[in-house]
């Protein structure tokens, strides 16, 4: 292969190497914010869930001041039963202390409710602790391993940077004008491989002279539709097969 060509080639690896790269150290404030995403959500969950049980408890305490407001009431009814003098005080009374009575079995009722909601509300925040415990586990591993990758990525930059300057070194002025034009017309890629007469990038197919001469990998040869630098990667010999003797039965 023309050395000019083997050394674009190797210059698109690098840069592609480099932009993928440097894609991924872009990408670390998104991936930072959905590392919080994930926390927020936990987090909101558990104030939901404290939420709930602070209601309940707040809910618990009114109704048991309504108990304690319709015992006193039976109370003072009972005094009342005492002291009544005719049949007809005696059982207004007595509607009043069964009234006073119903409301408290109803409270009651409630109260309970409320205590068996308390313990699913109960059991909710403490599970809710526990993934957010979880979550913040698994975050802070995320974090680390983005770490270690961001900083491998910095290197292989600084590693790719090396490399490319020496590859460009092996180039002439004019292979390495031409490489870098089309490297920023064309997204990124600046060199293409030619297959079964076709650029495999922009899929245009080549005239046959075209394709002929990308065959034999002897000199720079540009893409008439998309311009990016060709080369043909000759299709691999086929494995010899092996003839194995069946053994005799």
């Not at 007809?88 to 006073?100: D, L, N, P, S």
């Not at 409301?103 to 409630?110: A, H, L, R, S, V």
């Not at 309970?112 to 698994?138: F, G, I, N």
């Not at 002929?212 to 000759?234: A, E, K, M």
């Amino acid at each position: 292969m023309n050395a000019e060509l083997e050394h674009v080639i190797a210059l698109q690896r690098l840069d592609s190497t480099a932009h993928d790269a440097k894609r991924r150290l872009a990408e670390q404030p998104e991936r930072e914010k959905a590392f919080e995403g994930r926390l927020d959500t936990a987090r909101r969950r558990l104030a939901a869930d404290k939420e709930r049980l602070a209601e309940n408890q707040t809910a618990r305490r009114a109704v048991e001041k309504d108990v304690a407001v319709h015992q006193g009431r039976l109370s003072k009814f009972r005094e009342q039963a005492m002291a009544v003098k005719t049949n007809q005080e005696y059982h207004a009374v007595q509607k009043e202390i069964g009234f006073a009575q119903g409301e408290i079995k109803t409270i009651e009722d409630k109260i309970l409710e409320l205590m068996v909601e308390a313990d699913d509300l109960t059991a909710a925040v403490k599970r809710a602790e526990a993934e957010l415990a979880s979550e913040q586990k698994a975050v802070d591993a995320d974090r680390r391993a983005m770490a270690t990758e961001l900083a491998a990525m910095k290197s292989s930059l600084e590693r790719i940077a090396g490399e490319r300057a020496e590859v460009v070194r092996g180039l002439s002025a004019k292979a390495l004008a031409i490489f870098e034009l089309v490297l920023r017309r064309r997204n990124g890629v600046a060199v293409a491989q030619a297959r079964d007469g076709i650029c495999t990038v922009c899929h245009v197919r080549l005239r046959p002279q075209v394709f002929n001469t990308i065959l034999r990998n002897d000199q720079i040869v540009q893409c008439d539709s998309c311009q990016r630098i060709l080369y043909h990667v000759p299709a691999a010999a086929p494995a010899a097969s092996s003839s194995v003797p069946q053994s005799a039965q």
